[in-house]
C-alpha cells in the first residue's frame, strides 16, 4: 500500500506534471484502488474547508505585499544601501546579497520572491566587479530561503493551520534561528573568499557620510517589517488583518515615492493572483490526497509503522531529517509540507517534541530542499534571471550554504532554546 503510493507519487512528478495537479491525480488513483467507497464524492466539501481557513487570507497578501515593494523598487534602493554597509567584509557583495535578501523576506514572507527580488538587482554586477559567479549565485539562492524563516512566513502560516499551532508563537520562534542563519551564510562567503580571495570581486568604497545617508533607503521595508509584526505582537492585528496593514503601508510609501500606478498595480495583483492560485491548488490538492490516504488507512499503516520501529527520540529527529532531505530533492516544497505534516507532527508530537521547535526544524529542512538539485526552487528562480550560462553554476554555489543550514539543524538540536526563548519570554509560550 505504502510502496504503491510512493511509486505512483515519483512516476507522476517524474512525468513533469505541475505538483497540485499530480497529488490531486494520486488522490483519484488512490481512491478506487484501497476504498470500498467512492471518496470523490467528499471532494466538493473538501475543497471548501481546506480553502475556508481565516488564516489563509494572509497568503495573498503576503504575496501581495512582495508584489508591490519589487514593482516599486524598494529592493534596488535597498541593495544599494546595503552594498555600501557590507560590501567591505570578504566577499563583497555577496553580503549585500544576504542582508539584502534577510530583509526583504522580513516583508515578503517568500522565498521564491526574495530570491528574485534580490537577484533582479544582484546578478548584474557578476561581471561589473569580478565575482566568481557560482558562489555569488548561490548567496542568492540560499539568502532568498529565509524568505520562509523570518518573519512574516507563508510558509509558517501554512504550518500553523495544519498543526493548528500559534503563527503568532512560530513568528517570534522564527527570529533567533533566521538571523543566525543568514549570520551563518555570511560566514560560509568569508571562508571561501579568504580561501580563495580573487572570488572575492572588486571591493565599493564608501565614506561613512554616504553610509548614513544610505540608510534612507532602508528604512521603507523596516517600517513595513514593524507595521506587520509589531501590529501582531501589540494585540492590534491578528497575522491575517497585519497583512492587510502591510500592504496599505506598501501602497502608501509607493504613492509616496511616486511609483503608484494602475499597471504597477495591474502586474502586483496579477503575480498575486498566478502565485496565489497556484498556492491554494496544491493546498486543495493535498488536503484531498490526505482525506484518501487517512480514510485508505494509508496514514494509519505508515504511522504504524513508523513507530513500530522503536526509535528514540533523537534517533526519530535523524529519521525525519534525512526523509526530508531526500524528499526535498524530488517535491516542491509547499506541497511537501502539506502532504508530510499531518503525517510526521503527530509522530513527534508523541514522542514530546515541541510544535513550534518542531515548526522552526521543519521550516529550515523545507529551505534545504528550495537549493537542493534538481527540484531546488530557487536554483530554477536565480537561473532564470540570468541571460545565459549553465544551471550547474548555480547548483555548485548553493551546495556550500547547505552546509550551514545543517549547523543551525545541529544548534536547534542541542539548543532548542535558539527558537524558544523569544515565545517564552514575550509571547507567554
Known sequence: ?????????????????????????????????????????????????????????AIPLFILLGEVLLRAGFA???????????SWLPGGLMHANIGACTLFAATSGSSVATAATVGTVAIPQIKRFGYNEPLFLGSIAAGGTLGILIPPSINLVIYGVLTNSSVPQLYLAGFI??????????????????????????????????RFVSLKHLLPPFGIFLMVVGSIYAGLATPTEAAALGVFGALILAAVFGRLSLSMLREAIEGTMRSTAMIMLIVVAAGFLNFVMAATGITTVLMDSVSGLG???????????????????????????????????????????????????????????????????????????????????????????????????????????????????????
Not at 7 to 13: D, P
Not at 41 to 50: M, N, P, V, Y
Not at 364 to 384: D, H, K, R, Y
Open 1 to 57: 500500500m505504502i510502496a504503491t503510493t510512493m511509486i505512483l507519487l515519483l512516476v507522476l512528478i517524474g512525468l513533469s506534471i505541475p505538483v497540485g495537479a499530480a497529488l490531486g491525480v494520486l488522490g483519484l488513483l488512490l481512491d478506487p484502488l484501497f476504498s470500498m467507497l467512492p471518496l470523490t464524492r467528499a471532494l466538493g466539501e473538501l475543497t471548501w474547508s481546506a480553502s475556508n481557513e481565516f488564516l489563509l487570507v
Open 76 to 86: 534596488e534602493r535597498m541593495y544599494g544601501a546595503m552594498s555600501l554597509w557590507l
Open 177 to 210: 534561528p533566521g538571523f543566525m542563519l543568514a549570520a551563518l551564510f555570511m560566514l560560509i562567503v568569508i571562508i571561501a573568499c579568504l580561501i580563495k580571495p580573487e572570488w572575492g570581486g572588486q571591493r565599493i568604497s564608501a565614506t561613512w557620510g554616504e
Open 311 to 429: 526509535l528514540s527520540p533523537d534517533w526519530m529527529l535523524l529519521a525525519v531529517i534525512i526523509f526530508y532531505v531526500i524528499l526535498g530533492c524530488f517535491m516542491e516544497t509547499l506541497s511537501m509540507m502539506i502532504v508530510t505534516i499531518p503525517i510526521v507532527a503527530p509522530i513527534m508530537f508523541k514522542l514530546g517534541f515541541d510544535p513550534v521547535w518542531l515548526g522552526i526544524v521543519i521550516v529550515i529542512l523545507v529551505e534545504t530542499a528550495l537549493i537542493t538539485p534538481p527540484v531546488g526552487m530557487n536554483l530554477f528562480v536565480v537561473q532564470s534571471l540570468r541571460k545565459s550560462g549553465s544551471m550547474n553554476a548555480v547548483i555548485i554555489g548553493s551546495q556550500p550554504f547547505v552546509a550551514a543550514l545543517f549547523v543551525m539543524l545541529a544548534l536547534l538540536a542541542f539548543f532548542p532554546e535558539l527558537a524558544l526563548w523569544l515565545p517564552h519570554v514575550f509571547g507567554g509560550y
